[in-house]
């Protein structure tokens, strides 16, 4: 207190008063803070408030807001996904597996960019050129692909996107394919083919032809149907298409054969029905599957 009123008349808030006057001011002060007429925290206020203790308090108020406002950039980049871009070149079939498990099958001079991860409640997607897809059933999170003026929108199927100078082709393989453009949308099925003009921005379906799905399949590991066929082949075309390596413990396993059709089915699926075949278990540890149990005896 004795230094505040010392200071008084000497900063730039308080007037400058004579010798007498503060220390009258200060008698006043004082004699009122005895009989409990005005209650100390005003006077601390008071006290508090000088320019110095002002800037403090601006100065703390903005670093605050400044580190909240880091931390925010931060937060948002680490939730934001990571953008990718692939391509493929001439004549050649290029395999993505997608983060939810999905297959794409990248092909002739395409490119897919796609987001590393697919935390929202879509997964979506850019195509330019042609695919062939084995989305990954999610009814939660539809899968959603852009290709030029064309939507796509699936929950889990299979189907090709090509991409040509005047059309937009679809066809799928199994399941159900929403397009929709410009306000149009129809549904697409199996064995069916929508084709989308792009001079005169119409959608509509047109007659497939026989070989057509067969065709789309060119060049990948989408045909995974299997009859009487020995274990060591399926395993080699599971790994290859996959990206996994699969051990047996016991070898005999190997000579073991199987009638499945595992085509458009997840890995996980893929291998209840190889452990039901062989009477075992497996573990799955990154990308390594192990296999235990009696074969097919």
């Not at 100390?40 to 508090?48: G, I």
């Not at 909240?68 to 050649?92: C, D, H, I, N």
């Not at 935390?119 to 959603?144: N, Q, S, T």
Request: with cysteine.
């Amino acid at each position: 207190m004795d230094e505040w009123f010392d200071s008084i008349g000497h900063d730039e808030v308080h007037p400058a008063r004579t010798e007498e006057e503060r220390i009258i001011l200060k008698q006043r002060v004082i004699a009122r803070l005895a009989s409990g007429d005005v209650p100390a925290p005003s006077v601390t206020r008071v006290s508090m408030l000088t320019p110095i203790r002002i800037w403090g308090i601006a100065a703390s108020l903005l670093l605050l807001a400044a580190a909240s406002f880091v931390t925010w950039q931060y937060v948002s980049r680490e939730t934001v996904p990571k953008e990718l871009m692939v391509s493929s070149s001439e004549g050649s079939v290029r395999k993505i597996r997608l983060a939810d498990g999905s297959l794409v099958w990248l092909k002739n001079n395409s490119s897919l960019t796609y987001p590393e991860t697919f935390p929202g409640p879509e997964r979506r997607i850019e195509l330019r050129g042609e695919a062939l897809f084995e989305v990954a059933k999610d009814a939660l999170h539809p899968f959603i692909i852009q290709c030029g003026g064309l939507t796509t929108t699936v929950l889990g199927t299979s189907f090709n996107i090509r991409t040509t100078e005047a059309d937009i082709e679809v066809v799928v393989l199994t399941g159900k394919v929403s397009l929709t453009s410009q306000g149009q949308g129809i549904v697409v099925l199996p064995s069916e083919k929508a084709v989308y003009r792009k001079e005169m921005k119409q959608l509509a379906k047109v007659n497939a032809q026989p070989d057509e799905a067969v065709s789309t399949t060119s060049g990948t590991e989408y045909d995974m149907n299997f009859q009487e066929t020995l274990m060591r082949e399926v395993i080699q075309r599971i790994q290859l298409k996959f990206d996994v390596a699969i051990s047996l413990i016991n070898e005999e396993m190997n000579n073991c054969t199987i009638t499945a059709d595992l085509t458009d089915q997840s890995l996980q699926r893929t291998m209840d029905v190889i452990a039901a075949t062989l009477h075992a278990t497996y573990e799955l540890e990154g990308k390594t599957i192990t296999f235990t149990g009696t074969g097919c005896e």
